[in-house]
T-cell receptor, first 113, second 113 residues
Framework: DSGVTQTPKHLITATGQRVTLRCSPR?????VYWYQQSLDQGLQFLIQ???????AKGNILERFSAQQFPDLHSELNLSSLELGDSALYFC????????????FGPGTRLTVL | GNSVTQMEGPVTLSEEAFLTINCTYT??????LFWYVQYPGEGLQLLLK?????DKGSNKGFEATYRKETTSFHLEKGSVQVSDSAVYFC????????????FGQGTRLTINP
């Protein structure tokens, strides 16, 4: 158990819908990362937050957004869903020390029908 | 940009065989290097890491050495077990900035008894 929790574990929805994925980092970790794992793209970095502020963006679509709240949990919002958004979405957290070590949650499997 | 290339899988071995999974990287500067493992239905777990040239990371019988001259971080284990069956990901992160992880495509390993 990494100490990072993600909910829900599974999510099935229809095209055009909007969903919210939730992540709670390890106690004391200030940084949250979101990654997408799909069969065709592999594991890709989406976005990072540090202590409530956005720090870096990767290959995140404009239909996707995220935020980190004062209690440090984070939410990833996916809207106007398409079939191709079906993937595993992982959250990871780290305490900002040199030589970053990230701890991953169990992931949310999103299926868009 | 930074990138990681892993040997293609799947890899199938017999129990007690020697394992090597090749990993090479392209990066500016001196990244930190990681091996993550993903067991079926689970999130990613950090297996080992190395933060500077010639460092050797080791854990659970697995080893990898940070080779700056060959830009490689090959994973090895002397005697694999059925329980090592999983997908293995090589990854790097910059030491500065967002320190997001850049992953290789993953190598699926199956160990037969």
């Amino acid at each position: 158990d990494s100490g990072v929790t993600q909910t829900p574990k599974h999510l099935i929805t229809a095209t055009g819908q909007r969903v919210t994925l939730r992540c709670s980092p390890r106690s004391g970790d200030l940084s949250v990362y979101w990654y997408q794992q799909s069969l065709d793209q592999g594991l890709q970095f989406l976005i990072q937050y540090y202590n409530g502020e956005e720090r870096a963006k990767g290959n995140i679509l404009e239909r996707f957004s995220a935020q980190q709240f004062p209690d440090l949990h984070s939410e990833l919002n996916l809207s106007s869903l398409e079939l191709g958004d079906s993937a595993l979405y992982f959250c990871a957290s780290s305490y900002r020390v040199p030589y970053n070590e990230q701890f991953f949650g169990p992931g949310t499997r999103l299926t868009v029908l | 940009g930074n990138s990681v290339t892993q040997m293609e899988g799947p890899v199938t071995l017999s129990e007690e065989a020697f394992l090597t999974i090749n990993c090479t990287y392209t990066a500016t500067g001196y990244p930190s290097l990681f091996w993550y493992v993903q067991y079926p239905g689970e999130g990613l777990q950090l297996l080992l890491k190395a933060t500077k040239a010639d460092d050797k990371g080791s854990n659970k019988g697995f080893e990898a050495t940070y080779r700056k001259e060959t830009t490689s971080f090959h994973l090895e284990k002397g005697s694999v077990q059925v329980s090592d069956s999983a997908v293995y990901f090589c990854a790097l992160s910059d030491r500065q900035g967002a320190q997001k992880l850049v992953f290789g495509q993953g190598t699926r390993l199956t160990i037969n008894p």
